[in-house]
């Protein structure tokens, strides 16, 4: 979470978009990414808590507040995110990217599980 709130700070869309699950990649708006990046003064992060849970994959929540200054004034964003961790990599589960895969069908992390089995229950936490 610290590394993707850092790339916001820095711009580095490129680094938001691979962080991001891989079948999620292709729906992200990155302009709207880097608008949001490069229109606002970052002014901090506080994770709040984290929780990693066993298995293959692994999964994880991230609860975290994002503050930051723009043209119409200070905001926070208070959030639990996804996770799911890949090939010794993880990947944030974006919730504005919408998925549908059917509880049967193979899981979008390309675990090689079923979505039900896998990662069902962490799109919609």
Same mark, same amino acid.
């Given at each position: 979470?610290?590394?993707?709130?850092?790339?916001?700070?820095?711009?580095?869309?490129?680094?938001? +978009?691979?962080? #991001?699950?891989?079948?999620?990649?292709?729906?992200?708006? !990155?302009?709207?990414?880097? $608008? =949001?990046?490069?229109?606002? #003064? =970052?002014?901090?992060?506080? +994770?709040?808590?984290?929780? +990693?849970?066993? %298995?293959?994959? @692994?999964?994880?929540?991230? #609860?975290? #507040? /994002?503050? =930051?200054?723009?043209?119409?004034? @200070?905001?926070?964003?208070? @959030? !639990?995110?996804?996770?799911?961790? $890949?090939?010794?990599? =993880?990947?944030?589960?974006?919730?504005? +990217?919408?998925?549908?895969?059917?509880?049967?069908?193979?899981?979008?992390?390309?675990?090689?599980?079923?979505?039900?089995?896998?990662?069902? %229950?962490?799109?919609? /936490?």
């Amino acid at each position: 979470m610290r590394s993707r709130y850092s790339a916001y700070v820095l711009g580095l869309i490129d680094y938001l +978009v691979v962080t #991001t699950l891989p079948a999620q990649q292709a729906g992200l708006d !990155r302009q709207s990414i880097s $608008n =949001w990046s490069a229109q606002s #003064t =970052w002014l901090g992060l506080d +994770v709040e808590s984290s929780e +990693v849970f066993g %298995g293959q994959p @692994e999964h994880a929540f991230v #609860t975290f #507040t /994002a503050r =930051w200054h723009d043209d119409q004034g @200070e905001h926070s964003h208070r @959030e !639990r995110s996804s996770f799911v961790q $890949n090939a010794g990599r =993880w990947y944030f589960i974006d919730p504005t +990217v919408q998925l549908k895969p059917g509880r049967n069908d193979a899981c979008p992390c390309a675990s090689g599980q079923k979505f039900k089995k896998c990662c069902a %229950g962490y799109f919609s /936490a």
